[in-house]
């Protein structure tokens, strides 16, 4: 999934959704999603395979502007049983869109990055995150490679400043200067966001950066705090500073 210093996020979409797939051969459907409240296993499986298919389609069209409706085939199997076939299949097709796209022709998107990578990079997380969601609800631990966590949690504070459209909260994320920093402890990852009274961004950090608070934690970690999948009182992690900052940020941040 590595491709020198860069991540192949398409073969890592592959990988993400096989580990998902496998976890579907003897699980109940109708099992609740403990870190999804309200949603079964089918639900899980049925939102992961229709963003993988969703987001297909956008790449396929190449779409220059927002799109006027989320309608997709999803060729849902008429069985639950065949859930983990049909979510490999979805994989397949996005894999084959992948190949046929130049990923870096410009393209609508919703967040930071313009171009067709985005939507690649975009369904590797949400493929990633729900896969976790999938091991919590049958009772697993979950390993994640720290190198894609790192690239994950790039991700999520490069594009969560963008997320107003279907994550409203964010725009109380808002105050007069303040900032977070959030550093992985064991590979190389640090980030500031400040927060203005217009908004809130990533800046430019470096040695002696002011922050009001900071959050540490391995990538792995730190990715599911931010995904609100681990809390940050967690023995793995270590918040530090102005609580109140990051009752604020916690509070609003959810993607």
């Given at each position: 999934?590595?491709?020198?210093?860069?991540?192949?996020?398409?073969?890592?979409?592959?990988?993400?959704t096989a580990r998902f797939?496998?976890?579907?051969?003897?699980?109940?459907?109708?099992?609740?999603?403990?870190?999804?409240?309200?949603?079964?296993?089918?639900?899980?499986?049925?939102?992961?395979?229709?963003?993988?298919?969703?987001?297909?389609?956008?790449?396929?069209?190449?779409?220059?502007?927002?799109?006027?409706?989320?309608?997709?085939?999803?060729?849902?199997?008429?069985?639950?049983?065949?859930?983990?076939?049909?979510?490999?299949?979805?994989?397949?097709?996005?894999?084959?869109?992948?190949?046929?796209?130049?990923?870096?022709?410009?393209?609508?998107?919703?967040?930071?990055?313009?171009?067709?990578?985005?939507?690649?990079?975009?369904?590797?997380?949400?493929?990633?995150?729900?896969?976790?969601?999938?091991?919590?609800?049958?009772?697993?631990?979950?390993?994640?490679?720290?190198?894609?966590?790192?690239?994950?949690?790039?991700?999520?504070?490069?594009?969560?400043?963008?997320?107003?459209?279907?994550?409203?909260?964010?725009?109380?994320l808002r105050g007069s200067?303040?900032?977070?920093?959030?550093?992985?402890?064991?590979?190389?990852?640090?980030?500031?966001?400040?927060?203005?009274?217009?908004?809130?961004?990533?800046?430019?950090?470096?040695?002696?950066?002011?922050?009001?608070?900071?959050?540490?934690?391995?990538?792995?970690?730190?990715?599911?705090?931010?995904?609100?999948?681990?809390?940050?009182?967690a023995p793995a992690v270590?918040?530090?500073?102005?609580?109140?900052?990051?009752?604020?940020?916690?509070?609003?941040?959810?993607?």
């Open positions: 999934m590595h491709t020198g210093d860069r991540i192949d996020h398409g073969a890592a979409v592959a990988a993400e797939a496998a976890l579907l051969a003897d699980a109940d459907p109708t099992a609740p999603v403990p870190t999804c409240p309200g949603w079964t296993l089918g639900d899980l499986v049925r939102h992961t395979g229709g963003v993988q298919r969703w987001f297909s389609v956008l790449l396929r069209q190449r779409i220059q502007q927002p799109p006027t409706s989320r309608d997709v085939d999803l060729g849902l199997p008429a069985r639950e049983d065949g859930y983990a076939a049909w979510l490999s299949a979805g994989a397949a097709a996005a894999a084959q869109v992948f190949a046929d796209t130049d990923l870096d022709a410009p393209m609508w998107v919703w967040g930071a990055d313009g171009h067709a990578r985005f939507w690649v990079r975009r369904m590797l997380f949400e493929t990633l995150v729900h896969r976790v969601d999938a091991e919590r609800t049958l009772g697993l631990g979950s390993a994640i490679d720290p190198e894609l966590a790192r690239d994950g949690v790039d991700e999520f504070l490069a594009n969560l400043p963008f997320a107003a459209l279907f994550a409203p909260k964010v725009a109380h200067g303040e900032a977070i920093r959030f550093r992985c402890t064991d590979t190389d990852g640090t980030w500031l966001v400040r927060l203005r009274p217009d908004g809130f961004g990533l800046v430019a950090d470096g040695p002696g950066a002011p922050a009001a608070a900071e959050v540490r934690a391995a990538a792995a970690d730190l990715l599911l705090v931010l995904y609100g999948r681990l809390d940050r009182t270590a918040a530090t500073g102005d609580g109140e900052l990051l009752d604020r940020w916690f509070a609003n941040s959810a993607f």
